[in-house]
């Protein structure tokens, strides 16, 4: 997927449910439409931290595997009530 990210955020040395709380921060500190790309973990974090952030009006563009055990998610920040 070719989308160019605004913001990259790294989770990878966290573990749930801090990942999302840091996805979450960081997502609100974004403007609409802007897309941020996350790394993270496979287990916990990749089951939950995209569910989670659909849960919360954001919209998952994409998910890919990486070749060490990690994946990249791009998240583009929805308008939500508090921004």
Request: aromatic share 4%.
């Amino acid at each position: 997927m070719s989308v160019q990210a605004d913001e990259f955020l790294d989770i990878t040395d966290v573990g749930c449910p801090v990942t999302f709380v840091k996805a979450k921060v960081q997502l609100e500190e974004m403007q609409k439409g802007q897309i941020l790309q996350l790394k993270i973990n496979d287990g916990e974090a990749i089951q939950n931290v995209p569910r989670s952030l659909k849960e919360e009006g954001h919209k998952v563009l994409d998910i890919a595997g990486n070749d060490d055990g990690t994946y990249t998610v791009l998240v583009e920040k929805e308008g939500l009530l508090n921004t």
